[in-house]
């Protein structure tokens, strides 16, 4: 079965930084994109940044423009782990982020989901 | 940047009955259409790509169809698990995009 384990959430004052992970088993990691997805509280999902898998021809990222220069999306294909490097927060940041695998077929479309980590931008 | 408008925002059904949700774009994505359940306190699920493909163990009584901007959920006969909130997103183009939901809840 398909593991997304996500970690690194948490409270985090405005300006501040954080990375979140997300290890990936039972699945062929480095093949398939991957993506962050974030929920604010009582609110619908928000695309946030994908990357893209050894399959396609040359790494590339995607970013949401309300976090594009502020968030960085990698992957270490070697150890089965994608992260969300999230810089210079802001209120309106504060949100449960998912990471989420690409569908077979269907890059953006998202057949798997992490747990979910909340992250929380307060003073 | 393609807006998902999903109407109604609320859906008050009982069991058995017949959930029709509406996903309208602001431009064409072709195909590239999915559907997503959510239930409190739960990650979404995947239940539709490409408008009107179900995904991996998901009942038939989910139907997806539609084209181009106009797209629809079908939940043929409603049982107590499908109340949940229903969410539409584009793969078609950057940046990707969500709806914002239908809340398909016990009448």
């Known amino acids: 079965e398909v593991q997304l384990l996500q970690s690194g959430g948490g409270l985090v004052q405005p300006g501040g930084s954080l990375r979140l992970s997300c290890e990936a088993s039972?699945?062929?990691?480095?093949?398939?994109?991957m993506t962050w997805v974030r929920q604010a509280p009582g609110k619908g999902l928000e695309w946030v940044s994908s990357?893209?898998?050894?399959?396609?021809?040359?790494?590339?990222?995607y970013y949401a423009d309300s976090v594009k220069g502020r968030f960085t999306i990698s992957r270490d294909n070697s150890k089965n782990i994608l992260y969300l490097q999230i810089n210079s927060l802001r209120a309106e940041d504060t949100a449960v982020y998912y990471c989420?695998?690409?569908?077979?077929?269907?890059?953006?479309?998202?057949?798997?989901w992490g747990q979910g980590v909340l992250v929380t931008v307060s003073s | 940047e393609i807006v998902l408008t999903q109407s109604p925002a609320t859906l008050s059904l009982s069991p058995g009955e017949r959930a029709t949700l509406s996903c309208r774009a602001s431009?064409?994505?072709?195909?590239?259409l999915a559907w997503y359940q959510q239930k409190p306190g739960q990650t979404p699920r995947l239940l539709i790509y490409?408008?009107?493909n179900r995904a991996t163990g998901i009942p038939a009584r989910f139907r997806g169809s539609g084209s181009e901007t106009d797209f629809t959920l079908t939940i043929s006969s409603l049982e107590p698990e499908d109340f949940a909130v229903y969410y539409c997103?584009?793969?078609?183009?950057?940046?990707?995009?969500f709806g914002g939901g239908t809340e398909v809840e016990i009448k």
């Open positions: 989420a695998r690409g569908s077979r077929g269907a890059n953006y479309v998202f057949d798997s």
């Open positions: 039972e699945f062929a990691f480095p093949t398939y994109a």
């Open positions: 990357i893209t898998s050894i399959s396609d021809s040359g790494l590339r990222t």
């Open positions: 431009q064409s994505v072709g195909s590239y």
């Open positions: 490409d408008t009107s």
């Open positions: 997103q584009q793969s078609r183009s950057w940046p990707l995009t």
